[in-house]
């Protein structure tokens, strides 16, 4: 069984660009997550897609956004870069589970380093 | 929201000696509580996870235990081997469904021949 799948892996931006970022879950999954990881901030919750309509968001401005395909696949954006966005973007899928939690495995990241 | 500590930020054992992470939550409707390894360079993967209805739970070398109470867990690694040196993280899922975890800062466990 396939993991997770984060494309691309690693990405050079300049201030100002925008990004997207793709994951693809594990097959069944229909939970997707996604989190940032720096090493200031440690591990920090973007949002969350279930069904392709997003169930939780965290505290990020704005300019962070996602969406969800029919088939699961997760794509976020981040517009207008800022050097702070410089950071290891982890995907993470799910099982299938309207209520309560369920294990997360991750993907292995895309790191966005903005110049 | 939800507000996870952990403690220590690093760690250092002798090998074969055993290792305690502790980590508080500040939700108490939060009832999920999975640990992540990550060694350097590579995803965070997770190793043993407890829920809210249960105190402790074992999985060969690795324990958790929770204490709904006082609001807080703990990772325990006994026998420590070089290949347990990584980052761990604790995390709490808060109340009110889906998959949203709230992590702590991370502990950089080295165990040392």
């Known amino acids: 069984k396939a993991g997770v799948t984060q494309t691309p892996r690693y990405l050079i931006k300049t201030r100002g660009q925008q990004v997207t970022l793709s994951c693809s879950p594990i097959?069944?999954?229909?939970?997707v997550s996604w989190y940032q990881q720096t090493p200031g901030q440690g591990l920090q919750f973007l949002f969350e897609?279930?069904?392709?309509?997003?169930?939780n968001k965290g505290n990020f401005p704005g300019r962070f956004s996602g969406r969800q395909f029919s088939n699961s696949r997760s794509e976020m954006n981040v517009s207008t870069l800022e050097l702070g966005d410089s950071a290891l973007y982890l995907c993470?899928?799910?099982?299938?589970?309207?209520?309560?939690?369920?294990?997360?495995?991750f993907g292995a990241g895309s790191r966005l380093t903005v110049l | 929201g939800e507000n996870v500590e952990q403690h220590p930020s690093t760690l250092s054992v002798q090998e074969g000696d055993s290792a305690v992470i502790k980590c508080t939550y500040s939700?108490?409707?939060?009832?999920?509580f999975p640990w992540y390894k990550q060694e350097l360079g590579k995803r965070p993967q997770l190793i043993i996870d407890i829920r809210s209805n249960v105190g402790e739970k074992k999985d060969q070398r690795i324990a958790v235990t929770l204490n709904k109470t006082a609001k807080h867990f703990s990772l325990h690694i006994t026998e420590t081997q070089p290949e347990d040196s990584a980052v761990y993280f604790c995390a709490a899922t808060p109340g009110g469904g889906g998959n949203k975890l709230t992590f702590g800062t991370g502990t950089q466990l080295k165990v040392e021949l």
């Open positions: 897609y279930f069904s392709e309509t997003q169930r």
């Open positions: 097959s069944g999954h229909r939970s």
């Open positions: 939700d108490s409707a939060s009832n999920y």
């Open positions: 993470a899928s799910s099982p299938d589970g309207d209520s309560g939690a369920n294990v997360l495995t």
